[in-house]
Protein backbone atom coordinates (compact mmCIF):
# COMPACT_ATOMS: atom_id res chain seq x y z
CA UNK A 1 0.00 0.00 0.00
CA UNK A 2 3.15 2.30 1.01
CA UNK A 3 4.40 1.77 -2.37
CA UNK A 4 1.38 2.97 -4.50
CA UNK A 5 0.88 5.54 -2.29
CA UNK A 6 4.87 6.89 -3.26
CA UNK A 7 3.95 6.11 -6.97
CA UNK A 8 1.24 8.09 -7.04
CA UNK A 9 2.60 11.26 -5.51
CA UNK A 10 5.88 10.77 -7.54
CA UNK A 11 3.63 11.15 -10.24
CA UNK A 12 1.70 14.10 -8.91
CA UNK A 13 5.09 15.52 -8.51
CA UNK A 14 6.33 14.86 -12.32
CA UNK A 15 3.22 16.15 -13.72
CA UNK A 16 3.38 19.77 -11.75
CA UNK A 17 7.20 20.10 -12.39
CA UNK A 18 6.25 19.66 -16.23
CA UNK A 19 3.34 22.43 -15.61
CA UNK A 20 5.84 25.11 -13.88
CA UNK A 21 8.43 24.00 -17.19
CA UNK A 22 5.88 24.78 -19.67
CA UNK A 23 4.97 28.11 -18.15
CA UNK A 24 8.53 29.48 -18.71
CA UNK A 25 9.85 32.68 -16.91
CA UNK A 26 7.37 33.43 -15.10
CA UNK A 27 6.75 30.68 -13.30
CA UNK A 28 10.23 29.86 -12.62
CA UNK A 29 13.70 28.50 -13.88
CA UNK A 30 16.05 25.59 -13.73
CA UNK A 31 18.93 25.33 -11.78
CA UNK A 32 21.84 23.52 -12.56
CA UNK A 33 20.56 20.02 -11.81
CA UNK A 34 17.70 20.42 -14.27
CA UNK A 35 15.13 21.21 -11.23
CA UNK A 36 12.46 23.55 -10.65
CA UNK A 37 12.77 26.90 -8.85
CA UNK A 38 9.29 28.57 -8.23
CA UNK A 39 9.42 31.70 -7.59
CA UNK A 40 6.92 33.77 -6.51
CA UNK A 41 6.02 37.49 -6.41
CA UNK A 42 9.45 37.76 -7.94
CA UNK A 43 9.40 41.62 -8.15
CA UNK A 44 9.31 41.67 -4.49
CA UNK A 45 12.86 40.34 -4.04
CA UNK A 46 14.85 42.14 -1.23
CA UNK A 47 18.42 43.27 -3.31
CA UNK A 48 15.91 43.89 -6.27
CA UNK A 49 16.41 47.44 -7.98
CA UNK A 50 14.08 49.29 -10.53
CA UNK A 51 13.59 52.49 -12.33
CA UNK A 52 10.33 53.37 -14.07
CA UNK A 53 8.60 56.47 -15.45
CA UNK A 54 5.22 58.20 -14.45
CA UNK A 55 2.67 60.76 -15.98
CA UNK A 56 1.54 63.10 -13.37
CA UNK A 57 -1.71 65.52 -13.19
CA UNK A 58 -0.96 67.81 -10.04
CA UNK A 59 -3.37 70.69 -8.60
CA UNK A 60 -1.61 73.66 -6.83
CA UNK A 61 -2.58 75.73 -4.01
CA UNK A 62 -1.27 78.77 -2.74
CA UNK A 63 -1.32 82.68 -1.93
CA UNK A 64 0.50 85.85 -3.65
CA UNK A 65 1.59 88.24 -1.61
CA UNK A 66 2.02 91.19 -3.04
CA UNK A 67 4.77 94.32 -1.07
CA UNK A 68 6.29 97.42 -1.84
CA UNK A 69 9.53 98.48 -1.83
CA UNK A 70 9.49 98.84 2.22
CA UNK A 71 7.60 95.92 2.90
CA UNK A 72 4.64 96.99 3.17
CA UNK A 73 1.76 94.62 2.22
CA UNK A 74 -0.32 95.81 -0.74
CA UNK A 75 -2.79 92.74 -1.35
CA UNK A 76 -2.99 88.72 -1.95
CA UNK A 77 -4.50 86.79 -4.77
CA UNK A 78 -5.94 82.94 -3.56
CA UNK A 79 -4.94 80.20 -6.24
CA UNK A 80 -6.65 77.25 -5.68
CA UNK A 81 -6.39 73.71 -7.49
CA UNK A 82 -4.67 75.08 -10.57
CA UNK A 83 -3.96 72.06 -12.62
CA UNK A 84 -0.32 71.05 -13.71
CA UNK A 85 0.88 68.11 -15.96
CA UNK A 86 3.93 66.83 -15.39
CA UNK A 87 6.45 63.95 -15.57
CA UNK A 88 8.65 62.34 -13.21
CA UNK A 89 11.60 59.32 -13.29
CA UNK A 90 12.61 56.85 -10.68
CA UNK A 91 15.14 54.81 -9.57
CA UNK A 92 15.96 52.47 -6.58
CA UNK A 93 16.23 49.08 -4.94
CA UNK A 94 14.38 46.93 -2.12
CA UNK A 95 16.26 47.24 0.87
CA UNK A 96 14.13 44.64 2.89
CA UNK A 97 11.30 42.72 2.57
CA UNK A 98 7.97 45.06 1.93
CA UNK A 99 10.20 47.87 1.62
CA UNK A 100 11.16 49.64 -1.16
CA UNK A 101 13.17 53.06 -1.45
CA UNK A 102 13.53 55.26 -4.46
CA UNK A 103 15.38 58.70 -5.81
CA UNK A 104 12.70 60.30 -7.99
CA UNK A 105 13.13 63.51 -10.80
CA UNK A 106 9.98 65.31 -11.29
CA UNK A 107 8.88 67.94 -13.77
CA UNK A 108 5.68 69.02 -12.02
CA UNK A 109 4.47 71.28 -14.37
CA UNK A 110 3.67 74.98 -15.99
CA UNK A 111 1.50 77.26 -14.19
CA UNK A 112 0.53 80.58 -16.88
CA UNK A 113 -1.22 83.21 -16.08
CA UNK A 114 -1.99 86.46 -17.54
CA UNK A 115 -3.97 89.80 -16.44
CA UNK A 116 -5.30 92.96 -19.01
CA UNK A 117 -5.94 96.42 -17.66
CA UNK A 118 -7.95 98.18 -19.82
CA UNK A 119 -8.23 101.91 -19.35
CA UNK A 120 -10.05 104.86 -21.00
CA UNK A 121 -7.27 107.39 -20.70
CA UNK A 122 -3.92 105.22 -21.04
CA UNK A 123 -2.87 101.86 -23.34
CA UNK A 124 -4.12 98.80 -22.21
CA UNK A 125 -1.16 96.89 -19.90
CA UNK A 126 -1.04 93.23 -20.04
CA UNK A 127 0.54 91.40 -16.90
CA UNK A 128 2.29 87.65 -17.43
CA UNK A 129 2.50 85.78 -14.67
CA UNK A 130 4.71 82.13 -14.83
CA UNK A 131 5.24 79.30 -12.52
CA UNK A 132 7.43 76.15 -13.49
CA UNK A 133 7.94 73.63 -10.72
CA UNK A 134 10.61 70.88 -10.65
CA UNK A 135 11.74 68.36 -7.36
CA UNK A 136 13.92 66.02 -6.61
CA UNK A 137 13.40 63.77 -3.44
CA UNK A 138 14.35 60.50 -1.51
CA UNK A 139 11.35 58.52 -1.08
CA UNK A 140 10.52 55.34 1.31
CA UNK A 141 7.32 52.87 0.48
CA UNK A 142 5.86 50.16 2.85
CA UNK A 143 3.76 47.43 0.67
CA UNK A 144 0.90 46.12 3.15
CA UNK A 145 -2.03 44.31 1.28
CA UNK A 146 -1.99 43.28 -2.41
CA UNK A 147 -0.22 45.57 -4.03
CA UNK A 148 -1.13 48.86 -1.78
CA UNK A 149 1.35 51.01 -0.20
CA UNK A 150 2.01 53.99 1.72
CA UNK A 151 5.47 56.18 1.60
CA UNK A 152 6.97 59.48 2.61
CA UNK A 153 9.27 61.23 0.43
CA UNK A 154 11.90 63.97 1.20
CA UNK A 155 14.07 66.57 -1.00
CA UNK A 156 14.13 69.85 -2.49
CA UNK A 157 11.50 71.92 -5.13
CA UNK A 158 12.64 74.00 -7.55
CA UNK A 159 10.47 76.47 -8.45
CA UNK A 160 11.20 79.37 -11.56
CA UNK A 161 9.02 82.30 -11.69
CA UNK A 162 9.06 85.07 -14.12
CA UNK A 163 6.66 88.17 -14.25
CA UNK A 164 6.17 89.98 -17.80
CA UNK A 165 4.60 93.63 -18.14
CA UNK A 166 3.88 95.52 -21.06
CA UNK A 167 6.26 98.79 -19.71
CA UNK A 168 8.10 96.85 -17.83
CA UNK A 169 11.61 94.30 -18.16
CA UNK A 170 10.46 91.11 -17.83
CA UNK A 171 11.65 89.71 -13.78
CA UNK A 172 12.64 85.91 -13.24
CA UNK A 173 14.02 84.42 -10.17
CA UNK A 174 14.46 80.60 -9.44
CA UNK A 175 14.36 79.31 -5.74
CA UNK A 176 14.89 76.33 -4.03
CA UNK A 177 12.88 75.12 -0.90
CA UNK A 178 12.84 72.04 1.28
CA UNK A 179 9.77 69.38 0.26
CA UNK A 180 7.96 66.55 2.28
CA UNK A 181 5.32 64.48 0.59
CA UNK A 182 3.12 61.85 2.05
CA UNK A 183 2.04 59.07 -0.24
CA UNK A 184 -0.19 56.30 -0.81
CA UNK A 185 -0.60 53.95 -3.99
CA UNK A 186 -1.52 50.98 -5.48
CA UNK A 187 0.63 48.56 -8.15
CA UNK A 188 -0.21 45.93 -10.23
CA UNK A 189 1.61 43.24 -11.86
CA UNK A 190 1.69 43.08 -15.43
CA UNK A 191 4.67 40.60 -16.01
CA UNK A 192 7.77 38.66 -14.73
CA UNK A 193 9.67 42.18 -14.70
CA UNK A 194 6.91 44.94 -14.93
CA UNK A 195 4.55 46.33 -13.03
CA UNK A 196 1.95 49.20 -13.27
CA UNK A 197 1.55 51.68 -10.77
CA UNK A 198 -0.83 54.44 -9.43
CA UNK A 199 -0.04 56.93 -7.14
CA UNK A 200 -1.52 60.04 -4.70
CA UNK A 201 0.35 62.38 -3.23
CA UNK A 202 0.44 65.32 -1.40
CA UNK A 203 3.93 68.16 -1.12
CA UNK A 204 4.55 70.80 0.56
CA UNK A 205 7.06 73.49 -0.36
CA UNK A 206 7.87 76.97 -0.58
CA UNK A 207 7.30 78.96 -3.71
CA UNK A 208 9.95 82.15 -4.95
CA UNK A 209 9.70 85.84 -5.17
CA UNK A 210 10.45 88.18 -7.27
CA UNK A 211 10.50 92.17 -7.89
CA UNK A 212 8.77 93.93 -11.08
CA UNK A 213 8.38 97.73 -10.94
CA UNK A 214 9.00 98.00 -6.94
CA UNK A 215 6.60 95.02 -6.14
CA UNK A 216 7.80 92.10 -4.98
CA UNK A 217 5.70 88.87 -5.43
CA UNK A 218 5.52 86.26 -2.65
CA UNK A 219 4.08 82.94 -3.17
CA UNK A 220 4.45 81.45 0.12
CA UNK A 221 3.71 77.77 0.82
CA UNK A 222 2.61 75.94 -1.78
CA UNK A 223 0.10 72.30 -1.65
CA UNK A 224 0.96 70.50 -4.49
CA UNK A 225 -1.91 67.63 -4.61
CA UNK A 226 -1.52 64.83 -7.31
CA UNK A 227 -2.47 61.85 -8.69
CA UNK A 228 0.16 59.81 -11.40
CA UNK A 229 0.39 56.83 -12.89
CA UNK A 230 3.04 54.07 -14.65
CA UNK A 231 5.37 51.69 -14.94
CA UNK A 232 8.26 50.33 -13.18
CA UNK A 233 10.27 47.61 -14.88
CA UNK A 234 12.02 45.33 -12.25
CA UNK A 235 15.96 44.29 -13.00
Known sequence: MFKKILVFLVAVLCVESNALAAA???AGSKDMYGEINVRH???NAVGNKYAGIRGELSFLNWTNTYKDKDGIKLGTDDFSFKPLIG???FGGFRPIDKWRADVELGYIGTYHESETENYTLYPTEKTFFDMVV???SVNGYYEFYKGFYAGVGTGVAIVKTSIDHSYYQKQTSTDVSPM???MVGWSARV???VDFDVRYRMA???GGEVEIA???TEEGLITDISLSAGIRYNF
Do not use: P, R
Open 24 to 26: GGK
Open 41 to 43: NTN
Open 87 to 89: LSV
Open 134 to 136: YNL
Open 180 to 182: GAL
Open 191 to 193: DDK
Open 204 to 206: LFH
Open 214 to 216: NVK
